[in-house]
């Protein structure tokens, strides 16, 4: 593959495109369930179309990734001074570019492969919608993930309630790209005050969306034995912020 399609919808299945339509039910509006903070899709990207997007955002995008690593602060135990008083901020490592500038180096390798073209199609707008229930601003965020072996992201909630904008929440829809070496990351989440609730995200072409804010964590990457060089799980995310709230 030597680029994503401009339409988001020429990456979608029959099911993808019946789900961009609105005509499943068991997607359509699933995030305006309160109970439903989190969906993952699984059969609505074309499968070979996926799996040739991993190595395309590998070299394209890969040289232009910066390290994100927020470790366990050392006084989180030694600063305890009573029994159960811990207190952890949210910590993770993995890569990532932010597609904010349209003159740094990630955005127009991201623009040469489509992948800002793909993502600014009409189809990928509607389809976000399509599964939040409602309308959404017309500005958004882009950001690309690549997860490693042992890459994870701690417990956090995404919760920013200094942003008056999206204080009352937003929208995360996330593209999965695993390479084939990757065995499994999970994304486990908080459901009746208990992380009870996991989901296999290390997919060779996978549709998540995140009704944030809510609890969760993305455990360690694990990679298959001896497959560790193609152990990459690629993400490509939008953060959308509701209409009204804008």
């Known amino acids: 593959m030597r680029g994503l ?24 509006g699933a995030l ?13 990207l074309d499968r070979a179309k996926a799996a040739a997007v991993w190595p395309l955002l590998d070299r394209s995008l890969g040289p232009h990734l910066v390290p994100l690593s927020q470790p366990i ?36 390798a991201a623009e040469h492969i489509g992948l800002i073209a793909m993502t600014g199609s009409e189809a990928y707008r509607r389809f976000v919608e399509v599964i939040a229930g409602r309308a959404l601003a017309g500005k958004f965020g882009r950001q690309v993930l690549c997860y490693g072996p042992g890459d994870y992201a701690g417990p956090h909630t ?21 390479g084939p070496g990757v065995a499994r990351q999970y ?16 997919t060779a072409g996978g549709i998540s969306a995140y009704r944030l804010p809510f609890w969760h964590y993305t455990t360690p990457l694990k990679a298959k034995p001896g497959k560790a060089a193609t152990a990459r799980r690629w993400v490509v995310l939008g953060t959308f912020l509701y209409a009204e709230a804008c």
């Open 5 to 28: 399609p401009k339409n988001f919808a020429d990456l979608l299945t029959a099911k993808g495109r019946r789900i961009l339509e609105g005509r499943d039910r068991t997607v359509s």
């Open 32 to 44: 305006a369930d309160p109970r439903q903070p989190f969906l993952a899709i699984e059969g609505a």
């Open 73 to 108: 602060p050392p006084d989180s135990i030694t600063g305890q001074t009573r029994n159960y008083q811990e207190r952890l901020r949210k910590t993770a490592r993995v890569r990532t570019a932010y597609l904010e500038r349209r003159r740094s180096k990630a955005w127009q």
């Open 158 to 178: 995404d919760h920013h309630p200094e942003d008056p904008k999206a204080a009352a929440g937003y929208v995360d829809f996330h593209l999965t790209f695993a």
């Open 187 to 202: 994304l486990v989440y908080a459901r009746d005050g208990h992380f009870s609730e996991d989901v296999d995200v290390a």
